[in-house]
């Protein structure tokens, strides 16, 4: 995406508001004649066409909220600053846990676990936990010990403000907040957490173990929901575009028996016809690789810990990073001759769980993402994006040069900074989250064809409903987001992977059925909020970033499909791609080099 994008002039973000002597302020005054008071600290943009004021040199208490940008999905990022004289700067925030119909702050955790099922509880639990770590690479983790400070919105926790470490919190400060938290959780959440609790207080837990027993509270709730897991996928040319440079995976609609559930998204960069075997090669590669992965997590009686199947996957993109690198340099291809392709990809790991009634199933996904192709998780209620753009604006709000709004201005805000096969793996940092869905849902996974010009943040309340329940097909629906691609943006290739989640519930006949628009929902949501009528019980989601130390290496198969089978098959299907072996045409920038 090498073009500006700005939201359309009737989204009116709310924003929270940090800075002395504001609470004070009256409701509906405006401030600098465009930020109307609408509560304490929550004020609404009434020009949100214009750019928000913002300074050249960014106050040290603005800078969290830009180092912070990739972990969007659950921290709020600056919008602007608004200097005073006389007076510190007063600080604007955008993404805040507000809701954007009622214009309040969303529930507390605290009060949010009261209402919640024993699924999404632990789900919480497990986010807070991952965020521990996150949030104390960047000297923030104090935001998560005031509970005022965390909310909840559906299936996720997010934070209102981010508060730098004095004196860096430990490990008790937190058993301490999990304490206080214990009250309204379900017995089988509650008890084993307590027991891990007691634990920690006798000092008889390392890190690696208290992480194990927080994901198994976690499993082990999901164990007793099954879900019924549907793919569907498409991808066109577009109508300007001489050729397809977009490839995903399925192809169709794939059968729920199908032994692989992967949905992948790839949109080649480079020119003349790399794009487009780069994006197809990376499809054929992946396939082959996550094949053996699976094979190995239904063979392991024990399960996979979340960051060694991270890791994992890790592996697994560097080695088809290499193997489209390979070509560049076998061809003596470089800078923007050489061919590359962005990922968004979801791979269902099946677990084993063993819970008090035996050995449960567990539908994990795990969420891969190099470049702009982009995921979303999308249920009547809410739209919420889960991956964050690898492009220059990206890269300048983390370098704390611009905030997120001027940066898209930029006229190269949306040129790539990484995607896979144009540099070696040495430089390539893939995102990987896993999920575990606790609520009846749809990902979508896509190129910017179709996410470009926030079509997906404009149209999906129209398509949701309709799929959930069953008035379309999953293929129907792949064909209406692509058509509205065509009609709305047009100006690319379009891709477009659908993946749905259907929680079941047994029924007394010992049968399962699809928790459906009667199931209980979070009271987070106005019902004022509703825009298919009944609403799904909401729960889902947890973030997991790639952990450094495993408590396992990466298992030999790595090595082995790396090796003979992966590069002769795919060199020979490259051969025969390959229809012209001169240097590309420069069309879509390829990556560029990090800034300093």
């Avoid at 750019?51 to 972990?71: C, I, M, N, Q, V």
């Avoid at 896979?420 to 999920?435: A, C, E």
């Amino acid at each position: 995406m090498n073009r500006v994008e700005r939201r359309p002039s009737r989204y009116k973000p709310y924003l929270w508001v940090i800075g002395t002597d504001i609470e004070t302020l009256p409701v509906d005054e405006l401030v600098g004649q465009r930020y109307r008071i609408v509560g304490p600290r929550i004020w609404l943009d009434t020009q949100p066409d214009q750019r928000p004021s913002a300074p050249d040199t960014f106050p040290g208490e603005a800078l969290p909220y830009l180092k912070s940008h990739p972990r969007r999905l659950h921290v709020p990022g600056l919008y602007g600053v608004l200097e005073r004289t006389g007076a510190p700067p007063i600080l604007l925030l955008e993404n805040a846990p507000i809701h954007p119909q009622a214009g309040e702050l969303l529930p507390e955790l605290a009060v949010g676990l009261f209402s919640a099922l024993p699924l999404r509880q632990a789900n919480w639990l497990w986010q807070l936990w991952e965020l521990w770590g996150t949030l104390g690479e960047l000297g923030l983790a104090r935001s998560l010990l005031e509970p005022g400070n965390l909310r909840v919105d559906g299936w996720r926790l997010r934070l209102v403000e981010l508060w730098p470490d004095g004196e860096p919190p430990t490990l008790s400060d937190l058993v301490e907040l999990w304490r206080s938290l214990l009250s309204p959780l379900h017995l089988s959440v509650s008890e084993p957490l307590r027991s891990l609790v007691n634990r920690l207080d006798a000092d008889l837990l390392d890190l690696d173990t208290v992480a194990l027993e927080l994901n198994q509270i976690l499993l082990s709730q999901a164990a007793l929901v099954p879900t019924r897991i549907a793919l569907s996928g498409a991808t066109a040319q577009g109508p300007t575009q001489p050729r397809n440079e977009d490839a995903c995976w399925p192809l169709g609609t794939q059968s729920e028996a199908a032994p692989m559930q992967v949905a992948m998204v790839c949109d080649g960069v480079g020119g003349h016809d790399g794009g487009e075997v780069a994006s197809q090669l990376a499809v054929q590669a992946l396939q082959i690789q996550l094949q053996a992965l699976l094979a190995e997590a239904q063979n392991e009686l024990r399960g996979l810990p979340p960051q060694v199947v991270v890791q994992q996957l890790e592996a697994v993109i560097r080695i088809v990073n290499e193997l489209i690198s390979f070509q560049n340099d076998n061809h003596g291809w470089a800078g923007r001759q050489r061919m590359g392709t962005t990922l968004v990809m979801a791979v269902v790991i099946p677990q084993r769980v063993q819970t008090d009634d035996g050995w449960g199933r567990v539908n994990e996904v795990y969420l891969a993402h190099v470049g702009d192709s982009r995921a979303y998780w999308i249920t009547p209620d809410y739209c919420h994006p889960l991956t964050v753009d690898d492009d220059i604006a990206g890269r300048e709000v983390i370098a704390c040069r611009q905030t997120w709004p001027h940066a898209l201005e930029r006229s190269d805000a949306g040129a790539l900074t990484q995607a896979l096969g144009t540099r070696s793996g040495d430089h390539l940092q893939p995102h990987i989250q896993r999920f575990v869905f606790d609520e009846t849902g749809i990902l979508l996974l896509c190129s910017d064809g179709l996410s470009d010009n926030y079509r997906i943040e404009d149209a999906w309340a129209n398509y949701i409903g309709l799929i959930i329940k069953d008035i379309v097909t999953l293929d129907s629906a792949v064909a209406s987001w692509i058509e509205l691609a065509n009609q709305k943006n047009g100006h690319d290739n379009t891709a477009v992977v659908l993946m749905q989640h259907k929680l079941l519930v047994p029924t007394q006949a010992g049968q399962n059925i699809p928790i459906g628009a009667d199931a209980q929902r979070d009271s987070a949501i106005p019902a004022g909020a509703k825009l298919y009528g009944e609403n799904l019980s909401q729960d889902e989601f947890v973030s997991t970033p790639a952990e450094r130390k495993p408590p396992r290496g990466v298992p030999r198969w790595v090595l082995a499909v790396s090796g003979s089978a992966l590069l002769l098959g795919l060199l020979g299907w490259w051969l025969v791609a390959s229809r012209s072996p001169e240097p590309p045409e420069p069309q879509r920038t390829p990556p560029v080099a990090p800034a300093p």
